[in-house]
């Protein structure tokens, strides 16, 4: 898939890797967009369904919470006050999404380098309009 092998080229980490960050981002736009909304996005990104199912998941998630709160500080402190972390909609987003980049053997901080990869790569698939709906909730521009 192209968006696994851009992610991998331009950031340093392995499939799974990539596999896992893209489709906790998928996940989180999954939750927090209308179906109407969300469904423009699989029907235009290719994969979308696979990885959505390659993201850690949220049971596994609240049982590596011992390293949690750290992982919060160094999310919130990677995206900055008004960035990123803001427009996930606070902590609990950030929360979910910092876990889940921790299983898969990443720093907090990728949250943020995943972010723009996965907007271009949409944008390119699916057009302005798809971009525009992740953005809603993966861009600290949005």
Known sequence: MELIQQLVSSLGVNEDQ???GAGLLFNLAKDKLGAGD????????PGVS???????????AASAGGGLMGALGGAAAALGAGGLGDKLGGLGNLASLASGFSQLGLSSDMIAKFAPVVLSFAQSQGGDGIKGLLEK??????
């Open 38 to 45: 969300f469904q423009q996005i699989t029907d235009k990104i």
């Open 50 to 60: 696979a990885l959505l199912g390659a993201a850690p998941t949220e049971t596994a």
């Open 137 to 142: 909730v993966l861009s600290p521009s949005a």
């Open 18 to 20: 990539a596999k896992g």
